[in-house]
Each structure stands twice: as structure tokens, then as C-alpha cells.
């Protein structure tokens, strides 16, 4: 399977804003973004021109690096979005974030989504008391996602769940911290994704295929 093994932080600088890959780095002065606000390589302090396509382009690979995705799961969710009642950009965004892994992440339980991503890979999440190891699985309301009782004492989950205080929880999930259990109160909706994508512009270029 395809992985990409550089700097993460290049990623969030030729994306020009943070786009929350690196954890706790991402909330402190060591920031990449915050330290040098230009895209990286040879030419990164230049001005950039894009074409229409090329912001479609840009818009679209900020979105898929931001949640972790490769191109074909990605182009499938924008399909799948496309096909549902109501604006396509909108069912996108809720279908991201309702994945499992982004859930584990909003609730505190992981850094990062990647982070989020190999803890439900390796079994340590129970959905509605079963052990549920798809990050792409897709949750709704009422939803129960629970740490394994055996995994309460990992240091990257213990240590995510106390700097829980530095991220905002969205308003459609509730936690409780002593019991290392999540709930989701209600589907995501576009007012619940605060940073600043423009949703509307991925559709417009997968309708170009």
C-alpha cells in the first residue's frame, strides 16, 4: 500500500496552513507553518499563479492529506457524496468526519489522525462493545466508542486524553475522560468543521472526470 514517508510539515507548508499532522507540535512555537509560512523547496518563496484547476487542484489535496486519505478511497467518498440527498460539498465533509479514525481524534484519544488511524488498526477501540479495527468505518448517532480496557494505560492515549483541554471537542460528540468512552449525539454538520476549506471546489473538479 502506497505511504508516504517524508516531513509531514512540508505537507501543511505547501498547503499554506496547518493542517494538524503532527500533534502537539502543531500547538506550540515549533510549528513548521507558523515558523516559515511559504511552501518548501527551491522556489517556495516566489509568487505562485494557479489556474482555476490548479486551485480545484490545491483545494482538494489539502482535504485529502488533512484526513489521511489516498486518491481512490478519496475519490470514492466524493462519489458517494455526490450520490446522497443535499449539497455535495457538505455530505463530503460529513462523511470525513464521521470516519472512525477522525472520531478517536476528535475525542481526544490520538494527536493526530494518523496517529488515530494506527491505534484503531491495532484493536484498541471498541464501537458499540465490539472491537472494530476499519478506520474508514463510518459512525452514527449514538454511536459508543470506547478505549479497550487493557489499552486505558498506553502513554500516547493517557497523554492525548490530558491535553484534551488544548483542542475545542466538537459540539455532535460528548466524552467522558474517566471512562475512556466517547458518544456521538449527532451527525457532523458543515458549522461543526472550523477550518477553512472551500468544499464546493473538489466537487466541481471531480465533475471535470
Known sequence: MARYRGSVCRMCRREGQKLF???????????????????????????????????????????????GLLEKPFAKTVAK???????????????????LDNVVY????????AEARQLVKHGHFLVDGRKTTIPSFLVKPGTRVVVREK??????????????????????????????????????????ITLPMEEQLIVELYSRY
Open 21 to 67: 499532522l503532527k500533534g502537539d507540535r502543531c500547538y506550540s512555537e515549533k510549528c513548521s507553518v507558523d515558523r516559515r509560512a511559504y511552501p518548501p523547496g527551491q522556489h517556495g518563496q516566489g509568487r505562485q499563479r494557479f489556474s482555476d484547476y490548479g486551485v480545484q487542484l490545491r483545494e482538494k489535496q489539502k482535504v485529502k492529506r488533512m484526513y
Open 81 to 99: 457524496a455526490t450520490r446522497m440527498k443535499g449539497r455535495a460539498g457538505d455530505n463530503l465533509l460529513t462523511l470525513l468526519e464521521r470516519r
Open 106 to 113: 476528535r475525542l481526544g484519544f490520538a494527536t493526530s489522525r
Open 151 to 192: 489499552s486505558r494505560e498506553i502513554a500516547r492515549i493517557m497523554g492525548a486524553v490530558e491535553s484534551l483541554e488544548e483542542r475545542a471537542l466538537p459540539q455532535w460528540l460528548e466524552i467522558d475522560k474517566a471512562a475512556f468512552e466517547g458518544t456521538v449525539k449527532a451527525n457532523p454538520v458543515r458549522e461543526d
